[in-house]
């Protein structure tokens, strides 16, 4: 971090500083630009899709497509909560003032949306309290509370979905492991979170790597960022520069990049990894950090944290035939059938060639098309989702993702909504075609007809060509 960053960030932790290292006190005020920084989609134009005709859903099909969320989450090794106060968390860790001390980095994030806010003049107040205990065996070694506040410049803020509000806490501990709970309350209702899980506290000589979120939205995010320490002497030729790889979860690098490494105090060097999220793929991935040195000696002191890619809300991806499942909208089945052939450690650069050959303005960091077409789909999942379906994966959804929002819906005057066999008529100008869905329980499950689906299918084979 820079110097003037540094010290425009002291007074927001100088609490710190009584109980903490000074290099631990510059990890927060990184940590806190980290957690700030997401980078805003650029408009676009909407590109003319290329779809395949076998990108039909199988009704019946396996809900991998849907699963749960946070499960991934929990696989990928986060503080994952229980509750009607849902967060995503982790731990991290830096090294303390002596070798018996470890800083323990608790972060977590929460959307607005989890929280009662209140109007207060022209802005809307929320807060929550959080408690954070660490045990050792029956033994309490560490408890902390906190009351935090939010506030926002509009109601449309107060609904946000995404995780938007940022908490961490430092503790400084004793090595070992501990147990780790964290209980958050809404202060404006009665929702509580409450999340607990193992962790081992290590004590730390050699790297270390902390994120709040280590999480980021294709489309949304242009960078993941995380800040890394490095220990030992910096008189030492190791502590020069560092390599950080990304690794997918079987193992194999996809991504790799070297940068140098900035002197912090006497044994630390410190740095920020910036990790462009349109080049590196989707799913579980991770960050490992080595010393850059001489083939003749190796790459020694390795570490890893986890990253989690994903396309947005409810769209967290736990493999890559997973993805490739969520693009049966948006490529040609020859495209994708060439992306699942791809030996594992070949991913990478099919990613990249098919990231070039759907971008529709190359000139750009990300690729609109694809960008575009996730907003669709979870737009589509909030929508038009029916009993046991995603929204995405129901015929309503599946046009909507495939083509985008209808030029008109036609439905007929003063019907009843438990009415069976129900019409509803989505028209496309563009295309010159009309597709009909009839709800025929009154129930909402509405499905193309026989006739509609067949000039879907047509359509598509028309426009993948």
């Known amino acids: 971090m820079r110097a003037p960053i540094r010290r425009r ?24 630009i980290i957690a700030c920084h997401h980078a805003m989609p650029r408009p676009g134009s909407t590109p003319e899709p290329t779809l395949a005709a076998e990108s039909r859903p199988i009704r019946g099909e396996s809900m991998i497509l849907a699963t749960d969320a946070l499960a991934v989450y929990r696989r990928a090794g986060f503080l994952v909560s229980s509750g009607e106060m849902p967060f995503i968390g982790s731990l991290g860790y830096l090294a303390g003032r002596t070798p018996d001390s470890t800083i323990v ?16 003049g022209d802005q809307y107040r929320a807060a929550y309290d959080v408690i954070l205990e660490f045990h050792r065996d029956t033994t309490l070694v560490a408890r902390t509370r906190a009351h935090e506040e939010v506030r926002v410049g509009s109601f ?17 501990l004793p090595p070992g492991a501990v147990a780790v709970t964290i209980s958050t309350r809404d202060a404006g209702s009665t929702r509580i979170g409450r999340a607990q899980i193992p962790a081992y506290v290590p004590r730390l000589d050699a790297w270390t790597i902390v994120s709040p979120r280590a999480t980021a939205v294709f489309g949304r995010d242009s960078v993941a960022e995380f800040y ?72 020694r002191n390795a570490s890893r944290a986890p990253l989690l890619v994903t396309f947005g809300e409810g769209f967290a991806i736990s493999s890559f035939e997973q993805m490739l499942g969520y693009l049966r909208f948006f490529a040609t089945a020859e495209r994708l059938r060439t ?13 990249a060639a098919f990231l070039r050959a759907t971008d529709p303005l190359p000139s750009t960091a990300e690729n609109e098309a694809l960008r575009d077409y996730f907003a669709r789909l979870a737009s589509a999942n909030m929508r038009f989702r029916e009993e046991g379906v ?76």
């Not at 932790?13 to 006190?25: E, F, G």
């Not at 449309?156 to 400084?172: A, C, D, G, Y």
């Not at 009839?438 to 509405?446: E, H, I, L, S, Y």
């Open 9 to 32: 960030l002291a007074s927001s932790v100088r609490w710190a500083l009584h109980s903490m290292r000074a290099a631990a006190t510059s990890a927060a005020a990184a940590l806190a």
């Open 105 to 120: 980095v608790v972060a977590f994030s929460i959307s607005n949306h989890a929280l009662s806010f209140t109007r207060e």
């Open 156 to 172: 449309k803020e107060t609904t946000r979905e995404e995780e938007s509000v940022i908490f961490q806490q430092l503790v400084s």
């Open 228 to 299: 890394v320490e490095r220990y030992g002497p910096t008189a030492d030729a190791r502590g020069a520069a560092l390599e950080a790889k990304v690794l997918d979860d079987a193992g194999h690098a996809i991504f790799a990049d070297t940068q140098p490494l900035r002197t912090t105090g006497a044994t630390v060097r410190s740095t920020v990894v910036r990790l462009p999220v349109g080049r590196i793929g989707f799913g579980v991935l991770y960050l490992s950090v080595s010393d850059v040195v001489d083939d003749v000696r190796g790459t």
């Open 339 to 351: 992306l699942r052939d791809t030996a594992p450690e070949d991913r990478a650069k099919a990613w």
């Open 390 to 465: 995603p929204g995405w994966l129901t015929d309503r959804g599946m046009i909507y993702s495939a083509l985008g929002e209808p030029d008109s819906v036609m439905e007929p005057p003063g019907s009843d909504p438990m009415q069976r066999d129900r019409v509803q008529v989505w028209e496309y100008q563009r295309y010159r075609v009309r597709f009909i869905f009839v709800d025929q329980t009154g129930f909402g499950r509405w499905r193309l007809t026989p006739s509609s689906e067949a000039e879907y299918q047509a359509l598509m084979h028309r426009l993948s060509r």
